[in-house]
């Protein structure tokens, strides 16, 4: 049977586990940029049964866009970027059967056209499955 492809990003596949935020960012996991990108991601055992196999994290901080509008406009193009191409990821985490977290951080004081962004996930999406053990 045909399996249709899934291009929707679900609550699973947030990261809002402190526990796996703080685990992510105090050391042992890998980072690279693709400006205005940073990636920062970690493998890890799966902590609830339906856990999905990459769950991520969109941070944009202050100190980049004073305003929250501006802040929330970058995190959108993100999201719809990473929403679009995540099938890149998840086939290959699927074939090796295992589990991601991953946050994108925003590196850049402006704001960069939709397509742009959608590359730049793309570029950061094949580093990662390139980079897989």
Do not use: C
């Not at 249709?4 to 699973?12: A, N, V």
């Not at 856990?51 to 406009?73: D, E, G, Y």
């Not at 939709?114 to 570029?123: C, F, I, L, R, Y």
Request: aromatic share 8%.
């Amino acid at each position: 049977m045909y399996k249709r492809q899934e291009y929707t990003l679900g609550k699973k596949e947030r990261l809002n586990s402190k526990t796996l935020i703080e685990r992510l960012f105090s050391g042992g996991s890998k980072s690279f940029p693709a400006f205005p990108l940073r990636v920062v991601y970690m493998s890890v055992e799966p902590v609830e049964e339906d856990m999905a196999a990459a769950s991520i994290l969109i941070s944009v901080p202050k100190k980049r866009f004073k305003r929250a509008v501006k802040r929330n406009l970058v995190k959108r193009q993100v999201r719809e970027a990473y929403r679009k191409n995540k099938h890149l990821l998840l086939d290959a985490l699927a074939s090796r059967n295992k589990r991601l977290i991953i946050a994108f951080i925003w590196l850049d004081n402006h704001i960069h056209s939709s397509a742009e962004v959608e590359e730049k996930v793309k570029k950061l999406l094949f580093h990662i499955v390139e980079r897989l053990e």
